[in-house]
């Protein structure tokens, strides 16, 4: 058997990619608890909860990302994340400024999303109603 010495992890929003490389650990939180990854880890699946989730890159540095809840598939050398919201920061002390902001845009993008569909869901059923009206 062959010993990796990094996996590849892919972490995607619903719209984009926000990472993919290659790194030597992560920690993330599930539900039960806060778990990390090695690159010869047991493959499984798990649900991820609001959370910080980190990454050793194979050169050294972290990568911090705010994740909402979401899924991560580990398999082989690969480890695939989705996520419904997600922000990548440069150190802990600004991701939480970081995550409200971006988070707070996304969640009014949403409101005037479902205002505009709630808008357009009442006009069609208005003119349904006017088609089952009879022609005079």
Not at 54 to 67: C, K, Q
Not at 106 to 128: G, H, K, N, P, T
Request: charged share 25%; aromatic share 4%; proline share 4%.
């Amino acid at each position: 058997m062959i010993m990796a010495s990094d996996m590849t992890v892919i972490l995607r929003l619903p719209t984009r990619t926000l990472f993919e490389g290659q790194a030597t650990r992560m920690t993330a939180v599930a539900p039960n608890g806060a778990f990390g990854i090695l690159p010869n880890h047991i493959d499984f699946v798990t649900a991820l909860v609001p959370s910080v989730m980190t990454l050793r890159l194979v050169d050294g540095s972290e990568a911090i990302f705010g994740l909402d809840e979401g899924l991560l598939v580990k398999k082989g050398a690969v480890v695939r994340v989705a996520v419904r919201r997600g922000v990548l920061g440069s150190d802990l002390g600004t991701l939480q400024e970081t995550v409200e902001a971006s988070f707070i845009e996304m969640d009014e993008d949403e409101r005037q999303a479902r205002s505009a569909l709630s808008r357009l869901e009442a006009d069609m059923v208005r003119r349904f109603s006017e088609l089952q009206r009879p022609l005079i």
